[in-house]
């Protein structure tokens, strides 16, 4: 009979890490098409010439705050990915409450605007599973994400690549 080792980890702990680097990229892929953000509300339009005519084009006029907060989430569910996948342990607590802080801003974003971010309060994320399919795929990511990690930063004890670290 096959004796168990002691530091060999368990089938289901690689593919909770897998699944929730899957969750990760959903969300990541999720807010691709609101990254760098071209045209807002620091944009203004002006004539362009064209061989066909005049048409109008947006040149942005100044810092897209809600831009560049996309793009930072793209980043960090990337990384967020690659810390699971990888089970470096030490960083699931700093993912998992930037997972959960995401959370908390999108609903408290449908009561109130927050500054920096959102002009306005966006009441249709109060209805988040029933707006559209791509923002409920997100919203069951996020959640998701947010149950596996705190199981995982309870339950998993990292790879060796941790101990090496």
């Known amino acids: 009979m096959k004796e168990k080792n002691k530091n060999e980890v368990n089938p289901l702990v690689h593919y909770g890490r897998f699944v929730i680097a899957i969750f990760a990229i959903l969300i990541a892929a999720g807010h691709l098409p609101y990254s760098s953000l071209p045209t807002g509300g620091g944009a203004a339009h002006r004539p362009a010439n064209s061989s066909s005519g005049q048409h109008y084009s947006a040149i942005p006029l100044g ?42 801003l999108y609903f408290l974003s449908g009561y109130t605007a927050i500054p920096g971010i959102t002009s306005m309060a966006f009441g249709s994320r109060l209805n988040a599973l ?22 995982f930063l309870k339950y ?8 090496e670290l």
């Open 130 to 151: 029933t707006s559209s399919l791509p923002n409920a795929v997100m919203i069951i990511s996020w959640l998701a994400l947010l149950v596996l990690s705190i199981i």
């Open 63 to 104: 810092f897209q705050a809600l831009g560049f907060w996309f793009d930072i989430e793209t980043i960090a569910y990337t990384v967020i990915a690659v810390v699971f996948l990888l089970g470096i342990r030490r960083w699931y607590a700093a993912a998992t409450l930037f997972n959960g802080f995401n959370v908390v």
């Open 156 to 163: 998993d004890k990292g790879s060796k690549l941790e101990n």
